[in-house]
C-alpha cells in the first residue's frame, strides 16, 4: 500500500474510447460508457490502485438503469484527468 495526497477529476475519453461509443459490440465499449460516467459527473474520484507502470485506477460501482448493481474497475489514460490536493490516504498498489 502507498499513500497519496490527491483526488481526480475526469475530465475527457480517450480518443480509441470516443472511436468505440459508435459500436455496442466493440470491446472498449463498455470501458466507453464507464469513462462517461465518471466525465459527466464531474465528481471528485478517490484512486483504488496505481498498477507497477504508475497507472491509476479507479473503483466505480453504481446501479444501472435496471436498478441492478454494477461494480467496475477502470484504468485512467494519462491526460484524462486531473489531480486535486486532497488528504493523505493509502491507495492500493498491488493486487493479490
Known amino acids: 500500500m502507498i499513500e497519496i495526497d490527491y483526488l481526480v477529476n475526469v475530465v475527457t475519453i480517450p480518443a480509441d474510447l470516443i472511436e468505440?461509443?459508435?459500436n455496442?459490440?466493440?470491446?472498449?465499449?463498455?470501458?466507453?460508457?464507464?469513462?462517461?460516467?465518471?466525465?459527466?459527473?464531474?465528481?471528485?474520484?478517490?484512486?483504488?490502485?496505481?498498477?507497477?507502470?504508475?497507472k491509476i485506477?479507479?473503483?466505480?460501482?453504481?446501479?444501472?438503469?435496471?436498478?441492478?448493481?454494477?461494480?467496475?474497475?477502470?484504468?485512467?489514460d494519462e491526460g484524462t484527468y486531473v489531480k486535486v490536493n486532497a488528504e493523505s490516504y493509502v491507495v492500493l498498489d498491488e493486487l493479490k
Open 20 to 22: 468505440a461509443a459508435n
Open 57 to 76: 485506477w479507479l473503483d466505480v460501482n453504481l446501479v444501472n438503469k435496471a436498478g441492478e448493481h454494477e461494480f467496475h474497475t477502470i484504468a485512467l
Open 24 to 54: 455496442k459490440n466493440s470491446d472498449l465499449y463498455e470501458a466507453y460508457k464507464i469513462y462517461q460516467i465518471l466525465v459527466e459527473s464531474s465528481l471528485l474520484w478517490r484512486v483504488w490502485y496505481i498498477d507497477e507502470y504508475g
